[in-house]
């Protein structure tokens, strides 16, 4: 199968040209969501041979990988973040489960989960369904899988995993260990609203509930 990586971006110019040349030995296709980003990064990542897509306005890191399902090229879609922070090498490990077989999607689970607000909302939606690192940035998926989800919500935290559960698919992780960033970490007021996102998931009642 043929692997596309979906990477969103915004202001990334000083880091997005080394996550692509990791990136790059192990998929098929670097496509990045550009979300009208105002440095260089849209030059930066054409350079370092990305084909890039670019939003026409700023609409958010959920409204960019969809966007990203719907142009990828290849059957495998591997969702990961342009800031470098998640190791590129264990692309492959990612995607074997799905080659195998015995998943349509698999997370990188990381070994820190650094918000208490993203642990809480992970907490919650694993009341509905074992979610597992549900807010993690590095995922590889089907990319028909990956076409049918809605994901509303202010960001993919439970929203992602408890979906591609209720669409039937089978959900696999593998362990990664996140790689420092010189990047300042804004307060993710975001969460607050995903609550109630997540929220009504614990509650809703699907035809596979009945089976």
Same mark, same amino acid.
């Given at each position: 199968?043929? /692997? =596309?990586?979906?990477?969103?971006?915004?202001?990334?110019?000083?880091?997005? &040209?080394?996550?692509?040349?990791? /990136?790059?030995?192990?998929?098929?296709?670097?496509?990045? /969501?550009?979300? *009208?980003?105002?440095?260089? =990064?849209?030059?930066?990542?054409?350079?370092?041979?990305?084909? #890039?897509?670019?939003?026409?306005?700023?609409?958010?890191?959920?409204?960019?990988?969809?966007?990203? @399902?719907?142009?990828?090229? %290849?059957? /495998?879609?591997?969702?990961?973040?342009?800031? %470098?922070? @998640?190791?590129?090498?264990?692309?492959?490990?990612?995607?074997?489960?799905?080659?195998?077989?015995?998943?349509?999607?698999?997370?990188?689970?990381?070994?820190?989960?650094?918000?208490?607000?993203?642990? @809480?909302?992970?907490?919650?939606?694993?009341?509905?369904?074992?979610?597992?690192?549900? %807010? &993690? %940035?590095?995922?590889?998926?089907? &990319?028909?899988? *990956?076409?049918?989800? &809605?994901?509303?919500?202010?960001?993919?935290?439970?929203?992602?995993?408890?979906?591609?559960?209720?669409?039937?698919?089978?959900?696999?992780?593998?362990?990664?260990?996140?790689?420092?960033?010189?990047?300042?970490?804004?307060?993710?007021?975001?969460?607050?609203?995903?609550?109630?996102? #997540?929220?009504?998931?614990? @509650?809703?009642?699907?035809?596979?509930?009945? *089976?």
């Amino acid at each position: 199968m043929q /692997i =596309t990586a979906v990477i969103p971006a915004y202001n990334e110019a000083e880091r997005i &040209t080394a996550t692509l040349q990791a /990136i790059q030995p192990y998929v098929n296709e670097m496509l990045v /969501i550009d979300d *009208a980003s105002q440095d260089a =990064t849209v030059q930066c990542a054409a350079a370092a041979g990305a084909r #890039v897509v670019c939003q026409p306005h700023n609409q958010g890191y959920i409204a960019a990988i969809k966007r990203g @399902f719907q142009e990828a090229q %290849g059957e /495998i879609v591997v969702v990961i973040d342009a800031d %470098g922070e @998640f190791p590129a090498d264990q692309i492959p490990a990612l995607v074997q489960p799905i080659l195998d077989g015995q998943a349509e999607m698999v997370q990188g689970h990381r070994d820190i989960v650094p918000r208490p607000s993203e642990r @809480f909302l992970t907490w919650m939606a694993g009341l509905r369904a074992p979610v597992g690192d549900s %807010g &993690t %940035g590095m995922r590889a998926l089907r &990319t028909d899988l *990956a076409r049918q989800l &809605t994901l509303e919500g202010r960001c993919i935290c439970g929203i992602f995993a408890l979906e591609v559960l209720n669409h039937g698919g089978r959900l696999k992780e593998i362990p990664i260990h996140l790689q420092h960033v010189q990047k300042p970490r804004r307060i993710a007021w975001y969460h607050l609203r995903q609550f109630f996102y #997540v929220l009504p998931w614990l @509650f809703k009642r699907y035809p596979k509930d009945h *089976a």
